[in-house]
């Protein structure tokens, strides 16, 4: 499965991931929300930045995930805190991941670089910053 993931970009999460400094990606929410329970092992991740530019600028691969049971405020904080070194969080990020009853933290390989290519988002209705695209091919602009 392929997956369209948004990174941030005052947080310079690509940069980092560029740099080998971030190996791992967070998300997190109150409820169990995508990608909980979605993201496998072996499955592609395409990152865009939310600056607006809407170009796919690298990839990778997933070689770990882990899906949090119902967390405190307190495990929730400390998942970060073990983990901080892969995730390479700013205060902002942490204060936003940090708390969250759900966490999923999902490692990856293989960092690449692409040549910049946009997709359609059209037949996704919600503006999220995970897209479960299944084969980048099918979103692709040509």
Do not use: C
């Not at 990839?59 to 892969?86: G, I, M, P, R």
């Not at 390989?109 to 290519?117: G, H, Q, S």
């Amino acid at each position: 499965m392929d997956h369209v993931v948004y990174l941030d970009y005052k947080a310079k999460e690509l940069d980092n991931l560029r740099k080998g400094i971030k190996s791992m990606i967070i998300r997190g929410a109150m409820g169990r929300k995508f990608p909980y329970g979605k993201v496998e092992i072996g499955d592609r991740l395409f990152f865009i930045e939310n600056k607006g530019d809407g170009l796919i600028k690298a990839k990778a691969f997933v070689s770990d995930v882990f899906n949090s049971d119902q967390l405190t405020q307190d495990e929730s904080l400390k998942l970060l805190d073990e983990n901080q070194h892969k995730l390479h969080l700013d205060n902002g990020l942490y204060k936003r991941f940090g708390g969250k009853r759900y966490l999923v933290l999902i490692t990856i390989k293989d960092f690449n670089e692409l040549e910049n290519f946009k997709i359609d988002r059209s037949q996704f209705a919600n503006m999220d910053d995970w897209l479960p695209v299944g084969d980048i091919e099918n979103v692709k602009v040509k």
